[in-house]
């Protein structure tokens, strides 16, 4: 909501006149991703080991060029990447979550996913 009202996307500002973000995510205990729960037993190795690669984004326009460095070392991940996995149950609509798993991921930075894994992995926010 934030990224539409900053760079003028539609007619948005014209209807909303206050906007107020009041927190991040507190928790993430209920998370079933793979590729975060896999990533939140070794945080520190990791963030570590992406730093030495020189790898600052998961998914982005590089990762294609990067990912096989990335699966040398973590090939349990990138197991877990190459499905999304939304899952099909009464709270999704199974039509929507095939799309989603047909989908490219979304690229992200490594700080905020490292961040995810580690909230994940302690389950402090």
Known sequence: ?????????????????????????????????????????????????LNALNIHEFFGPSWNTISDQFCL??????????????????YNNPIAARIANKRPQSSSSVKQVLHYAQIIGTNIF
């Open 73 to 90: 070392v973590f090939d349990d991940l990138c197991d877990s990447v190459s499905i999304r996995d939304v899952p099909y149950n009464d």
């Open 1 to 49: 909501m934030f990224t539409a009202l900053s760079e003028k996307f539609g007619d948005l500002q014209d209807k909303i006149n206050l906007f107020v973000a009041l927190a991040p995510i507190i928790h993430l205990h209920g998370s079933h991703n793979k590729f975060l729960y896999t990533l939140s037993k070794s945080v520190p190795l990791a963030r570590k080991i």
